[in-house]
């Protein structure tokens, strides 16, 4: 779109007249005409202002970041970077998939989406580099990752107009940053970030908006939406929590004394454990749940604790394998209408029940197998393996 259509845009969704953003900005009202029909331009000086009084941003003002991007393709190639991520060892999956992204990048510069998975990507590179000496050879090549995280997700940030990509990008960012311990810029982008300390949050006031604008349909579905809504807002909450669990128990492993790590992790698991006895929450916790079970195995393993490593390990079986006969028989019961899937657990439930298979998990398990071997000696893996395939 053209400046002056842009002008007239946003000017409207304003609800403002020519007159009332000419008096904005001390001009007349013919500039202003002159402006949206193009027949003249504003000048330097009162660009910077014509976006405030417009509340945008001056890329937006002139057209960028308005592309619109293919969202299939786009979930296709995430897809595939999900599987490579998945393959050999973790930091060479890592590797291959933040590779993977960067030539989809290439190919399409205004996918949005894809960039800020690429940046995402070399955000989870970045552990791999501090903790396990990648590319330390040759530290030239590790600076081009990250300039190319920078500046793609620099280009999400200033011109994709997606709330949720711009919050991804920032967080992965500040992830960047924090490995390369320049802390002063991750700051920054932790600022961007919504935070929940100030309590006010949209799920807090949401499900009464959904009640109120619904009331006129009738009770039951004045019902139904606020059900929904606040299933919607449980849901996010846990997830929440549960990475914040999943974050303590893996620097916990590392980092604290083995009876801090035990005392966090068991905690942990019975609070996902509670949130589980809700169907419509199991989604949201079985990932977590694996990831922490994950730390606490490796935290008995390097502490000589073999047998609880691999009651642990039998638990988490025993919980995996509900898992997906549940999923298997509510995906059978609606009979290919993903719709009614959703209805009843809501598009992110649905969409991780539909692909939580036994192929799928059998996979994810081996990749944590193989993660645990790595972080022990093979005298203790060996002891372990027994136990846990007695």
Same mark, same amino acid.
């Given at each position: 779109?053209? $400046?002056?259509?842009? *002008? ?18 001390? %001009? ?11 027949? /003249? ?19 937006? $003002? ?19 970077? @999900? ?16 590779? &993977? ?36 050879? @040759? ?16 280009? !999400? ?6 709330? +949720? ?20 810029? /991750?700051? +920054?982008? *932790? ?6 300390? #100030? ?24 019902? +139904? ?8 807002? &449980? ?35 019975? %609070? ?24 606490? !195995?490796?935290?008995?393993?390097? #502490?000589?604790? $073999? ?22 028989? +509510? ?10 899937? *959703? ?17 799928? *998990? ?7 197998? #193989? ?20």
């Amino acid at each position: 779109m053209s $400046l002056g259509n842009n *002008i007239k845009k946003f000017r409207k969704e304003l609800g403002l007249t020519q007159e009332e953003l000419a008096g904005i900005l001390c %001009v007349t009202s013919q500039a202003v005409s002159k402006w949206e029909s193009e027949a /003249g331009l504003p000048d330097t000086a009162q660009i910077v202002p014509l976006a405030r009084a417009l509340n945008v941003s001056t890329d937006a $003002l002139f057209g960028f970041g308005r592309e619109s991007y293919d969202m299939a393709a786009a979930e296709k190639i995430l897809k595939e970077a @999900d599987t490579l991520r998945d393959s050999g060892s973790q930091m060479e999956g890592a590797l291959k998939a933040a590779d &993977f992204l960067d030539g989809k990048c290439e190919e399409d510069i205004f996918n949005y989406r894809v960039l800020m998975c690429y940046v995402q990507s070399v955000a989870h590179l970045s552990r791999f580099v501090s903790y396990n000496g990648l590319f330390a050879e @040759d530290e030239a090549i590790w600076q081009k990752y990250v300039k190319a995280a920078v500046n793609r997700g620099t280009q !999400v940030i200033r011109y994709s107009g997606e709330k +949720e990509l711009i919050e991804k990008c920032h967080y992965a960012l500040a992830w960047i940053y924090w490995h390369k311990q320049d802390f002063t810029k /991750g700051r +920054e982008h *932790i600022a961007a970030l919504p935070s929940i300390a #100030n309590n006010m949050l949209q799920e807090t006031i949401n499900s009464y908006y959904c009640s109120a604008e619904s009331a006129k349909e009738g009770e039951w579905l004045r019902f +139904e939406t606020w059900r929904d809504s606040v299933r919607d807002n &449980f849901q996010n909450f846990i997830r929440a929590i549960n990475k914040q669990f999943v974050y303590t128990a893996e620097t916990s492993m590392w980092s604290c004394p083995f009876e801090e790590t035990e005392r966090h992790c068991l905690w942990a698991l019975s %609070v996902m454990d509670r949130f589980m006895n809700r169907k419509e929450m199991i989604a949201h916790c079985q990932g977590f749940y694996r990831e922490t079970v994950k730390y606490l !195995v490796a935290a008995y393993l390097r #502490n000589g604790k $073999l047998e609880q490593a691999a009651d642990l390990w039998k638990n988490l079986m025993q919980k995996i394998d509900e898992y997906v006969r549940f999923c298997d028989e +509510e995906v059978a019961a609606v009979k290919g209408q993903k719709a009614l899937l *959703i209805k009843k657990f809501g598009e992110k439930s649905a969409n991780n029940m539909e692909g939580y298979t036994r192929e799928w *998990i059998d996979s994810k398990l081996q990749f944590i197998l #193989n993660q645990l071997k790595s972080w022990c000696d093979d005298v203790v893996w060996s002891k372990f393996e027994k136990l846990r395939l007695s």
